[in-house]
């Protein structure tokens, strides 16, 4: 399991990342506070406290989380704060 932070400030930005989840065979899990979300629901996503950094949680393979990574690149923060 593979552990990051995305930043998602926009409407566009919650669109892409889940896009690059449903294309993702491995399974995703947004968490933000006690909540756990899958990564390939948008409504869930809309749910969450989107003004800070959310921890993502990947279930699935290095080279599935590589390619993740780089689809969402532009989304990823550097840290939880």
Known sequence: MQTFFVSLTSIS???KFVDAATRCAAEIDVLSGRYVINAKSIMGLFSLDLAKPVKVEFHGT?????????????LIAEDGE
């Open 62 to 74: 290095d080279a599935e989380s590589e390619a993740f990574s780089k689809d969402i690149a532009a």
């Open 13 to 15: 930005d919650v669109k």
